[in-house]
């Protein structure tokens, strides 16, 4: 099964800037999910963005998705040093079964 | 709700020895899934369940590891005999199916070190 590839593998801001975070798959991309995992903990799901859409938003967050380049973004705008986590990108394979990206490490620095 | 409970939240055994990593879904949830994450491989998905019966054991990476759910409520991750490269964070996630697609929700995990 693929993985996803997410870039950059790591990521420094200050606090107050925005972060963006690039997914992408080597065949097809479906309805893409979104979590975050704080250091020592289970994920968390932040943003489900369907095949048939192209752009979704909730609170500081805004997901893009294009299907045709099998790839998504995720930016975060106003970082806080709360959001200093970990954050994955996964596709659905099918059914039920989820395949996660590599996960890009956020710092923000207060 | 609780969340998804897992236990221990830390496991320390020498190797040989068997492992035995247990979940609590979220009631209502008829998807259970095991995952595991290391450095190495990122987040890999073992095996997944739905209404107890085993779906897709492709991931699971020998027989020395199996996994159970004899109800809605219990599943079991075993891994016997455990060896030091079995070191890793176990998930256990569960979710209800929505058509197309279903946020999972996740355990604090069970971190697995093996000497």
């Known amino acids: 099964s693929q993985q996803g590839e997410e870039d950059p593998q790591a990521l420094s801001i200050q606090e107050g800037e925005n972060a963006t975070m690039n997914c992408s798959y080597k065949t097809s991309i479906n309805n893409l999910q979104w979590y975050r995992q704080n250091s020592g903990r289970g994920l968390v799901h932040l943003i489900l963005?369907?095949?048939?859409?192209r752009e979704k938003h909730s609170g500081r967050l805004r997901v893009t998705l294009d299907t045709s380049k099998k790839s998504s973004s995720l930016l975060i705008t106003a970082s806080r040093a709360a959001d200093t986590a970990s954050y994955f990108c996964?596709?659905?394979?099918?059914?039920?079964?989820?395949?996660f990206g590599a996960g890009t490490i956020l710092r923000v620095k207060s | 709700d609780a969340g998804v409970i897992q236990s221990p939240r830390h496991e320390v055994t020498e190797m040989g020895q068997e492992v035995t990593l247990r979940c609590k879904p979220i009631s209502g949830h008829d998807y259970l899934f095991w995952y595991r994450q290391t450095m190495m491989r990122g987040l890999e998905l073992l095996i997944y369940f739905n209404n107890n019966v085993p779906i897709d054991d492709s991931g699971m990476p020998e027989d020395r590891f199996s996994a159970k759910m004899p109800n809605a409520s219990f599943s079991t991750l075993k891994i016997q005999p455990s060896e030091p490269r079995d070191s890793a964070v176990y998930f256990c996630?569960?979710?209800?199916?929505?058509?197309?697609?279903?946020?999972?929700?996740f355990g604090p995990g069970t971190r697995l070190t093996v000497t």
């Open positions: 996630a569960s979710n209800k199916w929505a058509s197309g697609a279903s946020e999972q929700y």
């Open positions: 963005i369907r095949s048939n859409e």
């Open positions: 996964a596709d659905m394979e099918y059914g039920n079964k989820l395949v």
